[in-house]
């Protein structure tokens, strides 16, 4: 998936916890194989070949899981869409051979083809169809959040009691550290991300940050992130860091996203509306802002 995954469980006996620690690596790479773009034979790219053209069946998972993308998108009002493969990357690059944007005509027909209301399901034959010719579905931001859920999911079926899976620091954990206590989980620092402004004590649970402090590119001395608006092509502005905390991986890696480029104001409305979802939100000015019945110590 483009990222590493870092696996623990508490167990008494060691030959044990890595048996089921297989089971879950086992998992994870079964799902990078059907939702990867890397792999001209996956699901995804199976679907993205065929845009504009016809529909293609998927697994009942694959569909459901694109699915739930759309009706994320649908909150958000477009903020979150699996549509965005079919940004072109030359414009995107964020290297350091970019030393300017795009125009910003050039970004807009960059979006022209994001759209997740063209993903067009068939939940009776389980087919995918995207209506427009270029059109590209990616998981890049929800796959990783549900790769990490899965992996929970199965370890807890499996018998553990308490774990973490640490999704390219994307956290989903569960039950107590050895010693009793919470898990302790440090909320990065847009501006050193090795180093913790804040920490929560959590369990079952799961915690995602979208930031620009891990791509972006540096232009005439301004910051730009990666994150892209799906409405303008170009980058998301006024927000550094976005941390998302919510008892589904799933959701928390989802979120993340729009809620950055949606801003502090929207963002915190539409956490606020959604049930057992928080979010800590760092602006531009490293003003900090949470949502309601949160707290960071």
């Known amino acids: 998936m483009g990222n590493s995954f870092e696996l623990t469980v508490v167990a008494e006996d060691e030959a044990w916890a890595n048996a089921k620690l297989d089971m879950a690596v086992a998992e994870i790479k079964r799902i990078e194989k059907l939702l990867t773009t890397f792999d001209e034979g996956s699901q995804t790219n199976q679907i993205n070949q065929q845009a504009g053209i016809a529909a293609v069946e998927v697994d009942r998972e694959v569909f459901n899981l694109i699915e739930r993308s759309i009706r994320i998108s649908s909150v958000t009002d477009g903020a979150f869409d699996i549509s965005y493969g079919s940004i072109d990357e030359r414009l995107w690059n964020f290297d350091?051979?970019?030393?300017?944007?795009?125009?910003?005509?050039?970004?807009?027909?960059?979006?022209?083809?994001?759209?997740?209301?063209?993903?067009?399901?068939?939940?009776?034959?389980?087919?995918i169809k995207l209506k427009e010719v270029g059109m590209r579905i990616g998981f890049g931001g929800i796959g990783k959040g549900y790769a990490a859920e899965m992996a929970k999911n199965l370890l807890q079926k499996e018998g553990v009691k308490s774990g973490i899976v640490n999704a390219a620091g994307d956290l989903t954990v569960w039950g107590k550290q050895p010693n009793g206590q919470p898990w302790t989980i440090g909320v990065v620092n847009p501006d050193f991300k090795h180093l913790?402004?804040?920490?929560?004590?959590?369990?079952?649970?799961?915690?995602?940050?979208?930031?620009?402090?891990?791509?972006y590119v540096m232009i005439d001395g301004v910051k730009y992130s990666h994150t892209i608006n799906p409405r303008t092509g170009l980058p998301a502005r006024g927000i550094k860091s976005v941390t998302i905390i919510s008892p589904n991986a799933e959701i928390a890696d989802a979120m993340a996203t729009p809620v950055t480029i949606m801003g502090?104001?929207?963002?915190?409305?539409?956490?606020?509306?959604?049930?057992?979802?928080?979010?800590?939100?760092?602006?531009?000015?490293?003003?900090?802002?949470?949502?309601k019945n949160i707290s960071i110590q």
Do not use: W
């Open 96 to 127: 350091q051979h970019m030393i300017a944007l795009p125009s910003a005509a050039q970004a807009k027909a960059m979006v022209r083809l994001i759209n997740y209301q063209n993903i067009l399901l068939d939940h009776q034959n389980s087919t």
């Open 196 to 215: 913790p402004f804040s920490y929560l004590n959590v369990t079952d649970m799961a915690v995602a940050t979208s930031g620009n402090y891990e791509k």
């Open 264 to 291: 502090v104001a929207a963002g915190l409305n539409l956490v606020n509306q959604i049930h057992h979802l928080a979010c800590i939100i760092i602006d531009d000015h490293n003003q900090i802002y949470t949502s």
